[in-house]
Antibody
Framework: QVQLQQSGAELAKPGSSVKISCKAS????????ISWIKQTTGQGLEYIGY????????NYNEKFKGKATLTVDKSSSTAFMQLSSLTPDDSAVYYC???????WGQGTLVTVSS | DIQMTQSPSSMSVSLGDTVTITCRAS??????VNWFQQKPGKSPRRMIY???NLADGVPSRFSGSRSGSDYSLTISSLESEDVADYHC????????FGGGTKLELK
């Protein structure tokens, strides 16, 4: 069965970067794009962007250009999202999802605090 | 950018109610709307795709509909397990989520 397993919670200092992973299993990795979504505590969902897992091509929500960088490692069926120049506003749960948002990872909590 | 205006933001409901949540798209998005259910501490679950299609394993009391630029999720005979947050998503041009609807029991 399709599964997306995300890396664990991160505690980061303002100005630093974090890199979250999303490991796919149960299907051919390059069959589906992977999207990334942000959810602030108690708030709605924000779309960050997606990556073409075959070509590595990316598409970003304008708001997250320069903040998020999406990459993949096909050899390990893993997608990554790096968040840079972190501020407290980046504190959130981040999800990966695929196949038209049919499948989601369990979420990764990122907390930015000095 | 396409906006998805979701209403209401919260709703007080009773078991057995018929509940309707609506998203209005700021421009034509065709059939490219999904609906998600999210329970506390859990990932969103896709309930409806392409505006009217029931996702795998979703109970038939859930349905999706479209009228022009208005997209609705209806839950008939609300059960306790349906009390959750609901989100719409358009994926015609880029992707945009609605603001979410929180269902609470009276």
């Amino acid at each position: 069965q399709v599964q997306l397993q995300q890396s664990g919670a991160e505690l980061a200092k303002p100005g630093s970067s974090v890199k979250i992973s999303c490991k796919a299993s149960g299907y051919t990795f390059t069959s589906y794009y992977i999207s990334w979504i942000k959810q602030t505590t108690g708030q709605g969902l924000e779309y960050i962007g997606y990556i073409n897992t075959g070509s590595g091509g990316t598409n970003y929500n304008e708001k997250f250009k320069g903040k998020a960088t999406l990459t993949v490692d096909k050899s390990s069926s893993t997608a990554f999202m790096q968040l840079s120049s972190l501020t407290p506003d980046d504190s959130a749960v981040y999800y990966c999802a695929n196949k038209g948002f049919a499948y989601w990872g369990q979420g990764t909590l990122v907390t930015v605090s000095s | 950018d396409i906006q998805m205006t979701q209403s209401p933001s919260s709703m007080s409901v009773s078991l057995g109610d018929t509940v309707t949540i609506t998203c209005r798209a700021s421009q034509d998005v065709g059939i490219y709307v999904n609906w998600f259910q999210q329970k506390p501490g859990k990932s969103p679950r896709r309930m409806i795709y392409r505006a009217t299609n029931l996702a795998d394993g979703v109970p038939s009391r859930f349905s999706g509909s479209r009228s022009g630029s208005d997209y609705s999720l209806t839950i008939s005979s609300l059960e306790s397990e349906d009390v959750a947050d609901y989100h719409c998503l358009q994926y015609d041009e880029y992707r945009t989520f609605g603001g979410g609807t929180k269902l609470e029991l009276k």
